[in-house]
C-alpha cells in the first residue's frame, strides 16, 4: 500500500541541527557580534573585533564558524572581507532570544561615552531592516490606536492603514516570502515593535526622508527634528518620548 505526503522530519537530525544552532550562539563573542549586526550592514572583522574587545585573530576565528554555521555570510571585495547575517529569519532569531533572555539591572557604564550609547540603543535603533527600542514601540502602539494595525489575527495592516503609507508615499513592496507585517518582541522594551516588509518600508523611508539618521557606527538612531514633526502630526507622538534622556 502506497501513501503520498510529506515525509516527517527525522527527529534526532532536528535535535542535532539545533544543538548545532544554538552552539553557534553560546559563546558571549558571538553574541556580541550578532547583536551589532542587527543593523543589517556588513562588518569587516577587525571592526567586529573593535566593537567586542577582542584579538583580531580570535574574531576571525569565530566568525569563520558562524560562517561555516550558516549564521553568518562573508562577501570580498578586493583585500577586504565583510560578513553579515546570513538573512532575516537569523535576525529575528538573535531578537527573539535576546528579548527571552533573563533580565538582569545593567552593570553601571565605565564611562561617560559608553552611558551615552545604551542610552541611545535603548531609545530608538535599527532591528536589521525596522525600527525597534522606545520609539519603535510607541510608533506600533500608536499606529494600533489609531486603527492603522489591528491585532485580531495579526499583526495587519488595515484599509486605514494602506491609506496612510500611501499618503506618506511609503512604497511596501510585494513579497511571497515575507509576511507584510510580523510582531518582533523588542529585547529593551519587553513589547512588540512592527517588522516585516511594512516595517522594513517604513524604517527605510524614514531615513530617506530624513526623518532618523544614524548616530555614528552603532544601531542606535536619532529622530530628527523633521522626523519628530511627521511623527507628532500623523501618529500623535509628543517630542519628549521622541528625544532620548539628556538631549
Not at 535576546?98 to 559608553?114: D, M
Not at 530617506?208 to 501618529?235: E, N
Amino acid at each position: 500500500m502506497s501513501t503520498t505526503g510529506p515525509v516527517p522530519a527525522d527527529p534526532t537530525l532536528a535535535g542535532s541541527d539545533l544543538a548545532a544552532m544554538a552552539r553557534l550562539l553560546a559563546d558571549g563573542t558571538r553574541a556580541t557580534f550578532c547583536l551589532a549586526l542587527l543593523d543589517g550592514r556588513a562588518w569587516t572583522p577587525t571592526e567586529l573585533a573593535r566593537h567586542a574587545g577582542v584579538a583580531p585573530s580570535t574574531a576571525t576565528e569565530h566568525l569563520n564558524t558562524m560562517v561555516a554555521g550558516g549564521l553568518l555570510v562573508q562577501e570580498r571585495q578586493g583585500r577586504h572581507r565583510y560578513v553579515r547575517l546570513a538573512d532575516q529569519q537569523m535576525a529575528e532569531l538573535i531578537e527573539t532570544m535576546a528579548a527571552a533572555a533573563p533580565v538582569r539591572p545593567a552593570p553601571a557604564a565605565r564611562t561617560l561615552s559608553a552611558d551615552s550609547r545604551r542610552r541611545a540603543l535603548a531609545h530608538a535603533r535599527t532591528c536589521y531592516d525596522h525600527l525597534a527600542g522606545r520609539v519603535g514601540v510607541a510608533i506600533a502602539d500608536a499606529m494600533t490606536e489609531r486603527a492603522l494595525v489591528e491585532w485580531e489575527h495579526g499583526p495587519r495592516l488595515t484599509p486605514g492603514g494602506e491609506r496612510w503609507l500611501a499618503e506618506l508615499a511609503i512604497d511596501v513592496p510585494a513579497s511571497a516570502k515575507r509576511p507584510a507585517l510580523r510582531p518582533c518582541l523588542d529585547w529593551t522594551e519587553r513589547r512588540p515593535h512592527l517588522a516585516g516588509a511594512v516595517g522594513a518600508a517604513l524604517c527605510g523611508h524614514a531615513l530617506d526622508q530624513g526623518w532618523i539618521r544614524r548616530v555614528g557606527s552603532s544601531r542606535a538612531v536619532l529622530v530628527t527634528p523633521a522626523g519628530r514633526d511627521v511623527l507628532a502630526a500623523r501618529l500623535g507622538l509628543s517630542a519628549e518620548l521622541l528625544t532620548p534622556a539628556g538631549n
